[in-house]
């Protein structure tokens, strides 16, 4: 068995991704399984090499896990040879300048989406990128959720016949901050620091939308701003000026319409906090983050609308679960797994910079069609 040590500088460590779902849940996750075998005895093991702004904080990460190399210091570790990878899960505002060192540093490079805060950012940093001959990703986690792992199956096992529209929600109630503390960062509803979940959410429904279903042609998005004050991580009053919600109508090839609410201003009423139903003439599926559900057409019952009778049919009992069939690994770490036998084996990758400038241009043009009050039409962006 051969070790083949990879050096990954992880920037935004102490942040809420970077930490447990790519620190702990991936890179860590991987050497506590013995590596990442390659099938020809050799085994990648990630050496993390933690970076941020406060060394207290890094100090604290890397002794609770047992690490010794962390650093304030960026270009110190992009200076270094045994670093071959930077990772970016720092606060998106950030992303672009420290991704621009990375390249000149001729390290592949990872990061959270999205790429950037632009797609005209994002275009440059994809053509800067092929130019230096590096290896690029963008993390797309929901493509490897279980929900819509089991939800590809059936599109790809014929189950929907032609598929019509999809209806997706995803969101929960984000506390203002006030009486209880809010469970995301304060930096999210500030448009001047890059908040804003059209920013947010985007980027991931245009890579769910174009990987399982067909590419987005046209936005409609309409954004709000529900709740306009909150509370900030130290205790004081802020304005929200980024949107907390967005109701958006995407065309896609093929006729199909999906329309995806996102919101941080809405209460659960869900089995999970992102489900997307979707309909197709031979059957219909609800699909969250692990469960999915179906009901075919031999099977679709015929309610008859008469608002002066109570509803006597138990409409969730007449789905039927689809099994697992499989286990499901962490989606944040199969990534991370794709990704490094990327750079080490040359294997394919399709979620690269491109993909990520994709996402952006969704999150872009939505937010210019609230602007506008009218739809957008999305080009197909190239290299
Ligand atoms: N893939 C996903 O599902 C997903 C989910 C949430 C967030 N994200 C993305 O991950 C990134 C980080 O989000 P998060 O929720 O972990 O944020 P966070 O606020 O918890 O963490 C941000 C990190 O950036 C660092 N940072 C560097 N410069 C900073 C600055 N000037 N101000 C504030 N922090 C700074 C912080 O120290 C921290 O380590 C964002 O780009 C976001 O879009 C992705």
Same mark, same amino acid.
């Given at each position: 068995?051969?070790?083949?040590?990879?050096?990954?500088?992880?920037?935004?460590?102490?942040?809420?991704?970077?930490?447990?779902?790519?620190?702990?849940?991936?890179?860590?996750?991987?050497?506590?399984?013995?590596?990442?075998?390659?099938?020809?005895?050799?085994?990648?093991?990630?050496?993390? /090499?933690?970076?941020?702004? #406060?060394?207290?904080?890094?100090?604290?990460?890397?002794?609770?896990?047992?690490?010794?190399?962390?650093?304030?210091?960026?270009?110190?570790?992009?200076?270094? #040879?045994?670093?071959? /990878?930077?990772?970016?899960?720092?606060?998106?505002?950030?992303?672009?300048?420290?991704?621009?060192?990375? /390249?000149?540093?001729?390290?592949? /490079?990872?990061?959270?989406?999205?790429?950037?805060?632009?797609?005209?950012?994002?275009?440059?940093?994809?053509?800067?990128? #092929?130019?230096?001959?590096?290896?690029?990703?963008?993390?797309?986690?929901?493509?490897?959720?279980?929900?819509?792992?089991?939800?590809?199956?059936?599109?790809?096992?014929?189950?929907?016949?032609?598929?019509?529209?999809?209806?997706?929600?995803?969101?929960?109630?984000?506390?203002?901050?006030?009486?209880?503390?809010?469970?995301?960062?304060?930096?999210?509803?500030? @448009?001047?620091?890059?908040?804003?979940?059209?920013?947010?959410?985007?980027?991931?429904?245009?890579?769910?939308?174009?990987?399982?279903?067909?590419?987005?042609?046209?936005?409609?998005?309409?954004?709000?701003?529900?709740?306009?004050?909150?509370?900030?991580?130290?205790?004081?009053?802020?304005?929200?000026?980024?949107?907390?919600?967005?109701?958006?109508?995407?065309?896609?090839?093929?006729?199909?319409?999906?329309?995806?609410?996102?919101?941080?201003? @809405?209460?659960?009423?869900?089995?999970?906090?992102?489900?997307?139903?979707?309909?197709?003439?031979?059957?219909?599926?609800?699909?969250?983050?692990?469960?999915?559900?179906?009901?075919?057409?031999?099977?679709?019952?015929?309610?008859?609308?008469?608002?002066?009778?109570?509803?006597?049919?138990?409409?969730?009992?007449?789905? @039927?679960?689809?099994?697992?069939?499989?286990?499901?690994?962490?989606?944040?770490?199969?990534?991370?797994?794709?990704?490094?036998?990327?750079?080490?084996?040359?294997?394919?990758?399709?979620?690269?910079?491109?993909?990520?400038?994709?996402?952006?241009?969704?999150?872009?043009?939505?937010?210019?069609?609230?602007?506008?009050?009218?739809?957008?039409?999305?080009?197909?962006?190239?290299?």
């Amino acid at each position: 068995m051969t070790r083949r040590s990879i050096g990954i500088i992880v920037n935004g460590v102490t942040g809420r991704m970077g930490y447990r779902q790519h620190l702990v849940r991936s890179l860590l996750a991987i050497r506590e399984q013995g590596g990442l075998p390659l099938g020809d005895g050799t085994r990648i093991w990630p050496e993390p /090499i933690l970076v941020g702004r #406060d060394e207290t904080r890094l100090q604290a990460v890397a002794q609770r896990h047992g690490l010794t190399d962390w650093t304030t210091d960026l270009a110190a570790a992009l200076a270094r #040879d045994d670093a071959e /990878i930077y990772f970016d899960a720092q606060v998106t505002q950030q992303r672009e300048k420290a991704i621009r060192q990375a /390249i000149e540093a001729g390290k592949h /490079i990872y990061t959270e989406k999205p790429l950037a805060e632009s797609s005209a950012a994002a275009l440059e940093l994809v053509r800067a990128a #092929d130019a230096a001959g590096i290896r690029t990703g963008v993390v797309q986690d929901k493509l490897f959720l279980p929900g819509l792992r089991k939800l590809r199956r059936l599109i790809d096992g014929g189950f929907f016949g032609r598929i019509l529209s999809i209806r997706g929600e995803f969101g929960y109630w984000v506390f203002e901050g006030d009486w209880q503390p809010a469970q995301r960062p304060s930096w999210n509803y500030r @448009t001047e620091d890059g908040g804003g979940i059209v920013m947010d959410m985007f980027p991931h429904w245009q890579y769910v939308l174009e990987e399982l279903f067909a590419p987005v042609r046209a936005v409609t998005c309409l954004a709000a701003t529900h709740i306009p004050e909150r509370v900030d991580e130290a205790g004081r009053p802020y304005p929200a000026t980024a949107d907390d919600a967005a109701y958006g109508i995407f065309e896609l090839d093929g006729g199909i319409v999906a329309a995806l609410n996102s919101s941080w201003a @809405t209460r659960v009423h869900r089995d999970e906090l992102v489900e997307f139903h979707v309909d197709g003439t031979e059957g219909s599926a609800v699909a969250g983050l692990r469960r999915c559900r179906v009901q075919h057409r031999a099977v679709t019952p015929k309610p008859v609308w008469n608002p002066d009778l109570p509803a006597t049919e138990d409409f969730r009992a007449q789905w @039927t679960e689809v099994p697992d069939n499989e286990e499901f690994d962490n989606g944040f770490k199969v990534q991370w797994e794709a990704f490094l036998r990327h750079v080490v084996t040359g294997s394919p990758f399709a979620w690269d910079f491109l993909a990520g400038a994709r996402g952006v241009q969704l999150a872009e043009l939505g937010l210019r069609s609230a602007r506008e009050g009218r739809r957008v039409e999305v080009p197909e962006l190239s290299r």
